[in-house]
């Protein structure tokens, strides 16, 4: 298996379950990045891991909480998420580092939040 | 503040000559990029262009990037029905700490037989 795999494709959720989103890449990559994707909005970049080490969160939410046990491999973890929580969340690697070039994308995980 | 902005659709016929357009406005941006979203799918990295270049072609693919104008330009030639996708435009910008992309709201390619 090769690329960035991600897992579940599809979640529904009621506002008070808890839930993990996974990731993995075999590309070999060094930092590894969450993204939430919403209907009319700009991508937003949620965290960045550069080598295990978390290296940026863009002021979100603690109802989300990554984690990043080793460089293939990428957790979100949710719990308590409202229903504007709701949209497509994209995994994504490079290879440079967290240097924003040359991001590599999973298919991502359409959440729902009822 | 920095911004990114694309045209929402663009609807051509297979065959003909697609050219989606973007504007931005941090001026010190170091790369500029193009990805791909197709139905279902995550972004794909379509091409790239340093910010010292006017033009990158690379197949069916040309950038044109005009400094002075902040505007970046895709150009697929022979367009097919597989280009149908939102086309993304990002600029990377900052250094260092600061370094981040900014993207657009997506360009939604139609292509008609």
């Known amino acids: 298996e090769t690329g960035v795999t991600q897992t579940p494709r599809h979640l529904v959720m009621g506002m008070t379950n808890k839930k993990s989103l996974k990731c993995e890449q075999h590309?070999?990559?060094?930092?590894m990045y969450w993204y939430k994707q919403s209907a009319k909005k700009p991508l937003e970049l949620m965290f960045v891991?550069?080598?295990?080490?978390?290296?940026e969160n863009n002021s979100v939410p603690s109802r989300f909480s990554p984690e990043c046990p080793n460089s293939s491999h990428l957790f979100l973890h949710l719990h308590t998420l409202q229903p504007e929580d709701s949209a497509l969340y994209l995994c994504a690697s490079s290879p440079q580092g967290a240097t924003n070039e040359k991001l590599f994308f999973g298919s991502g995980t359409q959440l729902s939040v009822l | 503040g920095e911004d990114v902005e694309q045209s929402l659709f663009l609807s051509v016929r297979e065959g003909d000559s697609s050219v989606i357009n973007c504007t931005y406005t941090d001026s010190s941006s170091t790369y500029l990029y193009w990805y791909k979203q197709e139905p279902g799918a995550g972004l794909q990295l379509l091409t790239y262009i340093f910010s010292n270049m006017d033009m990158k072609q690379d197949q069916r693919l040309t950038v044109l990037l005009n400094k002075k104008d902040k505007h970046l330009s895709l150009r697929i030639a022979d367009t097919q029905t597989g280009d149908s996708a939102i086309y993304f435009c990002a600029e990377d910008t900052g250094a260092g700490n600061n370094r981040k992309l900014i993207w657009g709201l997506g360009t939604s390619l139609a292509v008609n037989p």
């Open positions: 891991y550069n080598f295990k080490e978390q290296t």
């Open positions: 590309l070999g990559h060094n930092a």
